[in-house]
């Protein structure tokens, strides 16, 4: 699988540590894009599907805070791993940007070190997260392509079902039976009842 | 000159002219039983025509205590008639050169009622601060030129009262502490990023204009700490209650400086229109910053988002004003009876103190000006402080 350059969006008022993160992002390699303001990435910011990311997201911005386009991008279902990181944190605001869902809450001034690694941890998680989507989107296209009998064969199989059991479920012969089974295996690309059995459950997971 | 000579602290000095030994030393008696009987220091003093001094002539127990010439323990209840208690102290050497003494000469000066405070030394350098309130003794006959001086001791109150306004003090530094540190975690974080950046990019020698660039930073980074510092500073160098005379105007600017990342991190529109012809009014410029800081940061809360907050100089008839005004949720009558109570917050959830509203009184009555507080509930409060242009003797 082909992936693009990981990005880490920047969105701070304070123009200089703008420039700094992104000068310390572009230093291992990755591309990061700064927005001085919760509006201006809003503006700006455009999905690109197979490149993995995270926000780095000052929490007291004039205008929309960091909370608030934290709480925008959750509405949306725009799950990007963020990083809040703040110059004058309190308890309640950090209480409430993670359980919005934020990965970490950094206290401004924090190391590279720290920085870089909490980037690398939602990178990863976030392309975990697409590889994740990628396998279902994929299933739910093979699975699409059944058809309606065919469906109902995969549906008893995965929850165990011999074909004697499956046939007299659907009131139809073990043969027809074998049948379905062998087009649901090949539409499914898999090889055997217990890896089809395996994928679906994969993706059902997460 | 030594005063002891001619006081007249015994029977016949203090009462002779109302009668003979005999027939005045019952009411001496009664007189004097109940002068000791009170808690308070007690001296009465006359001024006779002719004299160059006031002379003393009754002082009781207590008072002798106060001032370390009676051990406080000695027992309360007077012995025999005659008046020890003030044979010890003014025939004390240092008495008649002592605050306590000036106090009293000095209050004979008019005949109205006259309070003080005044600092007494004992003998182990130990400080006592008294209230001294002295009344003339008139509309009779005998007694004209005389006073009645009731000496309280304050110290454990003044002192209460000094730690509890270097508390308020502290906790109102502390509230702005909280913006500066806002402020000088973003240039020293930036810088920190920055300078381990460059570091780490030292060994990839193409990577020269982004070591340059980290550099740059720092230099940028380091400036605006400098500058924030240099800010801070002047509240460390300043006394407490130092005035000089300050254009209310500069005051106003550099508040809403201090307190527009606040502000506007909130949401709230700062505002602020200045009197270009207001006089110079004696205040300590700091205190006045720190009042308006807290009013302003009161206005951002009361705002809870898209709050207009205007900051307002003009001048009075014996003054400078500044009202900081906000269209925010105003408060009920019932909670702008209580708004300079210490301790009356809206707020504890959010972690307020209740501090600012009676620091911010404090601080404004220190300077011999108003602080006043209009509100509607739904429209808004104006707060506004009054500063007299010449500071008032008291």
Same mark, same amino acid.
């Given at each position: 699988m082909v992936t693009a350059t990981p990005t880490v969006y920047i969105v701070d008022d304070d123009p200089q540590v703008c420039e700094s993160l992104s000068l310390m992002v572009r230093s291992v390699g990755l591309e990061a894009q700064a927005y001085c303001s919760a509006e201006a990435f809003l503006d700006g910011f455009r999905e690109a599907p197979c490149a993995p990311k995270c926000i780095v997201l000052?929490?007291?911005? *004039?205008? +929309? =805070?960091g909370l608030g386009l934290q709480q925008m991008l959750v509405a949306q279902n725009k799950r990007v791993p963020i990083i809040m990181i703040s110059g004058c944190a309190d308890i309640p605001m950090a209480v409430q940007a993670m359980s919005n869902g934020a990965m970490d809450f950094l206290e401004k001034p924090f190391s590279r070190r720290t920085m870089l690694a909490r980037i690398q941890e939602a990178i990863d998680r976030d392309a975990n997260t697409r590889r994740q989507y990628a396998r279902e989107a994929e299933l739910a296209a093979r699975v699409e392509r059944l058809s309606s009998r065919q469906r109902e064969v995969l549906d008893l199989l995965v929850a165990g079902k011999h074909s004697k059991q499956i046939a007299s479920a659907l009131g139809i012969g073990e043969k027809t039976v074998a049948k379905h089974r062998a087009g649901v295996l090949d539409k499914m690309q898999a090889d055997s009842v217990v890896e089809l059995v395996r994928l679906m459950a994969v993706g059902n997971s997460g | 000159m030594g005063h002891a000579a001619t006081l007249g602290i015994r029977i016949d000095d203090a009462f002779g002219r109302f009668g003979s030994p005999e027939q005045v030393r019952p009411y001496w008696r009664l007189f004097h039983q109940a002068i000791e009987r009170v808690p308070d220091g007690v001296v009465i003093t006359t001024w006779r025509p002719g004299d160059e001094h006031p002379t003393a002539v009754y002082c009781n127990r207590a008072f002798a205590s106060l001032v370390g010439? +009676? *051990? =406080?323990? =000695? *027992?309360?209840t007077p012995g025999g008639g005659e008046n020890d208690a003030a044979a010890r102290v003014l025939s004390h050497p240092a008495w008649d050169k002592s605050p306590l003494w000036k106090s009293l000469e000095e209050s004979h000066r008019s005949d109205a009622v006259r309070s003080a405070e005044v600092a007494h030394q004992w003998a182990d350098g130990s400080q006592l601060i008294l209230e001294l309130e002295s009344t003339p003794l008139q509309g009779e006959v005998g007694l004209m030129g005389h006073r009645v001086a009731v000496f309280r001791d304050v110290t454990a109150q003044k002192n209460l009262e000094n730690a509890v306004a270097r508390n308020e003090r502290l906790a109102c530094i502390g509230l702005l502490g909280a913006a500066i540190a806002h402020e000088i975690n973003n240039p020293t974080g930036s810088a920190l990023v920055a300078a381990e950046t460059a570091l780490a990019m030292l060994d990839s020698p193409d990577e020269i204009k982004q070591v340059e660039a980290c550099l740059e930073n720092i230099v940028a980074s380091m400036n605006r700490c400098g500058r924030i510092v240099r800010t801070l500073l002047r509240y460390s160098r300043q006394q407490p209650t130092e005035r000089q005379a300050c254009n209310i105007n500069d005051v106003a600017e550099q508040s809403i400086e201090l307190a527009r990342p606040y502000g506007e991190s909130h949401g709230a529109k700062l505002q602020l229109q200045l009197d270009a012809r207001v006089p110079l009014a004696p205040m300590n410029p700091l205190e006045i910053e720190l009042v308006l800081v807290n009013l302003i940061r009161n206005a951002v809360e009361a705002g809870g988002g898209d709050v207009v907050i205007a900051v307002r100089t003009s001048r009075t008839d014996h003054g400078v004003r500044v009202e900081v005004q906000d269209n925010g949720c105003g408060m009920n009558d019932d909670q702008l009876a209580h708004v300079f109570d210490p301790l009356y917050t809206t707020r504890r959830q959010a972690g307020g103190s209740g501090l600012g509203m009676s620091i911010a009184l404090g601080i404004v009555q220190g300077h011999g000006g108003c602080l006043t507080a209009r509100s509607r509930q739904g429209m808004g409060t104006t707060v506004t402080i009054d500063l007299p242009i010449a500071a008032e003797q008291s």
């Open positions: 000052d929490v007291r911005m *004039p205008g +929309l =805070s | 010439c +009676l *051990p =406080s323990n =000695s *027992p309360k």
